[in-house]
């Protein structure tokens, strides 16, 4: 077996299929070094021996490679005509680490491997360049003493004590630059570190370059179990024995010179998909220089160097002289990079991501991978490529990462524009999207401005209408399920969610961040996508849902077996999911439209009654309202399926809890406060989520359900005599029992006929249930007997499976997810293992009694990628989900049928 394998000069032992064996770094640089693309020679050991050297120990592994290391060290030595370990003519080596996947936390990068205090003089004369040998070696150093003498500071707040030693010379030698060093400095700084090193750990630098080699490549493997690798590889579950490989290759050098430079650089532009070649370079710099940012790296090419410019502000003639583009100044070495910039794209078939570094006049590619890029950038690029005949449909749409296409749909920050320290927080970016605005902290003073962010301490029911109006919500409890996040998410605003440092005073109407005080008011904008908070007016733009955003739509509409539906509670929503692409409502919640205005008046007087009679008068005045909004709703469907859930919550709900509140409500209903305080406490439930609510008060309160079935019924009615198509499918919330679900349904059938005769007229209509409670799962077959659907209502019946409160599982979940006692929040991601049971066993019971029965889930779920591709496999007829999620589950339901 294996344990090395090499690259170089136009050959490889290796290709770009081994990502496992090799790593992601290590498989490229094979595959590019067999296509003829210049890769500095070099040899990559095996993620294997990574977990060989974890069983076995340092000794015995480093005895298995000692043969084939030296070995293809000596082929390096022969291809780039120097010797490792010679004092003339030195052989410089790096080693980097690389595991299949890219991962932070891994052990960064050695570079200038092999040097020593007579190596560094044999370079000098080689090169002819004291300077370049000197800066090479304390570069080595301090790196080497870094990440593999574990000298690196801990913190951002721990000094690096080599950082401080430069510091101080260039302060005794009034200089700011690190290019500014004399060879003199650079002697003076390696006879520092070196020092530091000693007394800080107690060893000598290694001199020996077999020692150097060893204790970096071991080094490698070490990181591969230290703390940060542990921790990424816990939360994005990759198990141990991917291990990592280690890449060892022979130095060039971007810092040789006026003729040498080092850059990175795109196939295609990351951030909108244009099909331009782009990126960075530096003359007379080496390795990270670039990324760095202590010089302003140069354009590549000359239309991006024309580009910076514009936006930079600098004349035609002072950037051609001060910023040309490699494309300008060194026209021989772009033509060739430009030649392999499209080599390589067109054989990894996908926008790349380059590292290029020229020495002397001689171009070396260092790296290749698939490149990072935006939501909007990822679609282009995949539909322009399908477009050039590079890649098929099906690829086309299995190159979205389904989440992403939420960055289309809302406004964005132009993020160039926010400074770090105008960022006052950090929350859960609960809702995507961009929101600037003044602060307010009351739901009904968010219209006191033109542009507001209400800032809650905790958002209920009753804020909703607030949360509308609001260009965004910020609040200091709750997590990515809580109801600012769910309603903020629904309605496609931005919402940063549970900022435990932002300290809510809603009585002098202000809040406090790290002893920084932001009153009603002041302007703060924040980022749904990321979670921050930022001081400050940020300008966004709107989103432009461009051509090839339909063309990636229009082919997801292809391919997927299943329809996608949204949760929709207005006419507006109803409306935006529409444009999105939705084929139905699956889930409007009723009881959101008792909020606004005077209806929620009405709503407490139906719920402090005390007689049927009184309840059916209150009742009455709700009905035409509720007759309105479905009407409104079934006509912004024009003839789609629309799901209306009868009420669901527990009716405390409705009542608000504070006393000065009360007596408003006393005044506005002309009873007493005591009516109100003694209805409160009789509603009051140790439990409501497994309390008085669902079918369980249409049950108790059968005048409910009659109301709501006549507002349908008529409504469809209504829109028939005006030649519109209306298509109510009715459903009944928390069925655990055949006759609960029995008595429902003979309510509805009754009070149908009922209007039917009264209209001398019928529509078709539907009723059928929600599958949220264990129990419905387990009888579905019983159930579907009788139910024309059913859908499952995947939050509720998770946490009844699990028994965790919906409400009070933020408590917990963030600290079970951080201990790795659970992978994911359950209510974001279906838990496929457990709760995925009973959604299967739901569907094959229920479809054993009634083979055509439609099945759809309306949860959360049913916009989430893993979640959705479940459901396909359950061959569910529809998810439903938020109006800005139904993009998401069409690409989704289309992956899944590929
Ligand atoms: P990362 O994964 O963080 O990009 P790399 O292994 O690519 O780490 O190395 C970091 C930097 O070191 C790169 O910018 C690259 O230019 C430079 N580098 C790595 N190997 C060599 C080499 N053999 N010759 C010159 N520069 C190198
Ligand atoms: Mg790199
Ligand atoms: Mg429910």
Sequence with gaps: KARVFKFGNKQADGNGTMRNLLGGKGANLAEMSAIGIPVPPGFTITTEVCTEYNDLGKETVVGYLKDEVTEAVREIEMQMGTKWGDTNNPLLLSVRSGARVSMPGMMDTVLNLGLNDEAVIGLAKKTGNERFAWDSYRRFIQMYAGVVMGMKPESKDDVDPFEEVIDNLKEKRHIELDTQFTVQDLQDLVFDFKDIINKRTGRQFPTDPWEQLWGAVTAVFDSWNGARALYYRKIHGYPADWGTAVNVQAMVFGNMGNDSATGVCFTRDAGSGENVFNGEYLINAQGEDVVAGVRTPQQITKLGSQRWAELAQVSEADRKKEYPSLEEIMPEMYQELDGYQKTLEAHYRDMQDMEFTIQKGKLWILQTRNGKRTGAAMVKIAVDLMKEGVISETEALMRMEPNKLDELLHPVFDTKTINQEDIIAQGLPASPGAATGQVVFFADEAGKYKNTILARI??????????????????ARGGMTSHAAVVARGLGKCCVSGAGAVKIDYKNRKFEVDGRVFQEGDWISLNGSTGNIIDGKVPTKEPELSGEFGEIMALADKYRKMQVRTNADTPKDSKVARTFGAEGI??????????????????????LASTEKGRKKALTKLLPMQRGDFEAIFEAMEGLPVTIRLLDPPLHEFIPHQLAAQKEVADQLHISVAAVTSKVAELHEFNPMMGHRGCRLGNTYPEITEMQATA???????????????????????????????EQKRIIQETAEQVFAKRKDRIDYSIGTMIEIPRAALIADKIAAHADFFSFGTNDLTQMTYGYSRDDAGKFLGIYQNKGLLTSDPFEILDQEGVGQLVTMGAERG???????????????????????????????????????VPIARVAAAQAAI
């Design 586 to 607: 699956g889930l409007t919640r009723t009881e959101h439209m008792f909020f606004e205005g005077d209806r929620i008046v009405a709503m407490r007087e139906m719920i």
């Design 712 to 742: 349908i019924i008529e409504a469809a009615l209504n829109l028939k005599k005006r030649g519109v198509k209306a298509r109510p499918e009715i459903m009944v919330p928390l069925v655990g029992t055949v006759s609960e679900f029995l």
């Design 458 to 475: 905790e958002t209920s029911p009753e804020d909703l209408e607030g949360i509308n109006i609001a260009k965004g919500i910020l609040t």
């Design 847 to 885: 479809r054993a009694t009634k083979p055509n029965l439609k099945v759809g889930i309306c949860g959360e779920h049913g916009g989430e990628p893993n979640s959705v591709a479940f459901c396909h496999r359950n061959k569910l007829n529809y998810v439903s989900c938020s109006p800005f999620r």
